[in-house]
């Protein structure tokens, strides 16, 4: 399995964690354990296209420890999507869990797939196949789906309905991430972005920056960049730039987002013909003076070649892995306050974990509730990560992922596991 796991976000996880153990001293054959996945399934994906052919697919969920509860953690559908990937993708999942303190371990699925490919009825067969195919892994109490890259809140409601064909009820704790109509929770669709922007503002406080003379540039246009965008203009703060895959709108003066949200989503203009800005390049993007960078699309955007360039104070990571372990050394010698990927982004799955407890309450919160709720969980988890690191003059990385790996150690530990 080792051979397929080498990819260079697989290596980026395992040379985070393999810094994070040294640091912590980390018990030898708990550490080796932790490199890899606990299990990894590998499944083919045969589907009728619309014109009769069959294709087949490529399709992964990976279980990466579940000492602490159930796995938890996305679906991506993604041409880029490999084994190395996924895994370290579930890796990252244990430790924000951890982190956040939910009662969870990490998972991630995916196909190697475009979904903008595929028709909508295309779609949903190879969803519902590749759900059949992974039916022995997930379930509530064993491991719960949500949306990643390229999946939204109908492939959740495919799988959940594929599911519960095969157990024979409705299981709407299955996933989340689901429509409201079969057990979604409110506040879910934009809970990473409405996270990424709390632990903005509480970095800000610290670094006493003043939000109203902010400005942000956001890297990644899907569910995470645009509901970032949207809840960092309402906090008062200047979003300046948004990219999807083809390049990125500028303008210094600040971009009207309800305008733009409103031409790209619901009227399907591309980012290219809103003529509100400048058009830029991603690369471009990374390298603008602002005081808040956004990365919020794919992983390792930031690296050796391009960290010395950026221009902003803050990183706040909305997405998974986007900045490597060479970059980092460059980004702290720049006085660049990071705020890492397992902290920044888990709004999604705090309001996951909601979904999932609703689910098994048959009760619904208010909207109003989840995001105080989220809210508290998020910034304390940022005020023990920021504690943490001036107590022990590490990186805030370091310091949750520290956080994180010690919550899953404990949990080994008195589980009778290791040492
Ligand atoms: N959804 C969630 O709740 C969570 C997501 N994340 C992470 O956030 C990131 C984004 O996820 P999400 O918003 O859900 O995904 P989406 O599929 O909704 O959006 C992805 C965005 O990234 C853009 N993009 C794709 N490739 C590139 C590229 N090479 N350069 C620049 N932009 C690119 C896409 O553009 P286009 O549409 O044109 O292809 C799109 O705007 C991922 O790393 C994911 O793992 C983390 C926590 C939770
Ligand atoms: O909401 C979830 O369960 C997981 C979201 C996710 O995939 C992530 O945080 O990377």
Redesign the pocket.
Known sequence: MQNELDTPAFRLAVAQFDEAAKRMNLDRNLHQRLKLPQRSLMVSIPVRMDDGRVEVFTGYRVHHDMSRGPCKG?I?Y?LGVTLGEVAA?AMWMTWKCALAGLPYGGAKGGVKVNP?SLSRDELQRMTRRYTAEIFPLIGPDRDVP???????SQVMAWIMDTYSQQVGYASPGVVT?KPLSIGGSLG?ED??GRGVVDVTLAAMKHLELDPSQATVAI????????HTARIMQEAGLKVVAV????GGLYNPKGLDIPDILKRYREEGTP?GKIRSGDWIT?EDLLQLPCTVLVP????E?ITGKNADKLRCRILAE?????TTMEADAILAEKGIFVIP?ILA?????IV?YFEWVQDAQRFGWKSKDIQERLHDIITAAFARTLAFATEHRTSMRMAALMGGIEKVAQAHLHRGLYP
């Open positions: 996305g991506r993604h993708l903008k949500a949306p990643d890259v390229g999946t939204d991430g879910r809970a990473t890297q990644g246009f899907g569910n995470v960049g645009s990219s999807d895959v083809n980012l991603n919020a699309a794919l992983s955007q909305g997405a998974n892995g986007p990927d982004n888990s709004g999604g799955v996951s």
